[in-house]
């Protein structure tokens, strides 16, 4: 498969295309100018330079079908038939936006997996002589002995019987998480260690959202409570105490000088009419230096 033909068939991106990703003016103009050049890169043989502006955008968009379209196809010009299967497959996962992309993955797949399966198990040479040679010269029978005696098997081994389960399991499609380090297994050279280094973001699972959103509403319960209580019960009631010893303070002061005054006719009315009305313990206690008088 003539893989820049297979780029030069993938049309140019447009604006409306990346309308599902809500981005900015600005970083809607920077992605189109960077997938673009990416395939004008493809189709002008430099691979490896689009390959590099396509990882940061995964990087950026890991459910973006096309771009891992594009990123395949550099992984299949480049030799790297494996990592470009996974990637194609990705792809057809998360969903292109036409038809003839969706075909155009289903078919990269197939020819990387045959150019993987050849890679890795090269036809084998074959030699004419030797096919001459190996009819002509029979071959000797390793179970025949001299004398046309046929050698007793010494090992031998009953076969096993399998139970064979009646239900057979169902196929399961992967998560969101599987697909995520499957695509990050294929973006590394055997699978194991990566090439440089590439950050695939992992979205979180609804129970991890979850367990954040109920952590962020109790801290904010949390603080509004404590705030709530000192604003509405600790301060006033400071404040309050505050008052009543200043109040008692200058009750104080009053009753002290009254009584020091008690000789004029008026204050003493007053002072009369005070340990009649608050009883007389209260000027006792008021009036400390009467009391030490003899």
């Not at 239900?167 to 440089?196: C, F, V, W």
């Not at 340990?275 to 009391?291: H, K, L, V």
Request: aromatic content about 4%; some cysteine.
């Amino acid at each position: 498969m003539d893989w820049i033909e297979a780029a030069g068939s993938i049309p140019p991106l447009e604006k409306k295309d990346l309308l599902r990703f809500n981005l900015t003016v600005e970083d809607e103009g920077n992605v189109l100018n960077q997938y673009n050049r990416s395939l004008r890169n493809i189709t002008s043989d430099s691979a490896d330079i689009a390959g590099i502006a396509l990882r940061k955008l995964l990087t950026r968009f890991p459910d973006w079908g096309e771009a891992s379209l594009l990123f395949g196809i550099c992984l299949a010009i480049e030799g790297k038939m494996n990592r470009a299967s996974a990637v194609f497959e990705h792809a057809l996962d998360v969903g292109l936006r036409s038809e003839q992309l969706t075909y155009l993955a289903q078919v990269s797949v197939r020819e990387a997996r045959e150019g993987h399966s050849k890679r890795t198990h090269p036809p084998e040479e074959t030699n004419p002589a030797k096919n001459i040679l190996n009819a002509v010269i029979p071959k000797q029978n390793p179970l025949v002995q001299e004398e046309n005696q046929i050698r007793p098997r010494t090992h031998m081994q009953a076969p096993i019987l399998m139970k064979a389960s009646r239900r057979p399991t169902r196929a399961k499609m992967a998560t969101d998480r599987e697909r995520r380090e499957l695509l990050m297994q294929s973006t590394s050279s055997n699978g194991e260690i990566p090439d440089d280094e590439i950050n695939v973001s992992i979205p979180k699972t609804p129970a991890e959202k979850l367990r954040i959103a109920l952590i962020v509403v109790a801290a904010i319960l949390l603080l509004t409570g404590a705030y709530f209580l000192t604003t509405l019960l600790i301060l006033p009631q400071i404040d309050k105490a505050k008052e009543r010893d200043l109040a008692n303070k200058k009750l104080e002061f009053l009753t002290g000088a009254l009584f020091e005054k008690k000789s004029d006719p008026e204050i003493a009315e007053i002072l009369a009419r005070y340990e009649s009305e608050y009883g007389s313990s209260q000027s006792e206690t008021t009036n400390p230096d009467e009391q030490a008088e003899p």
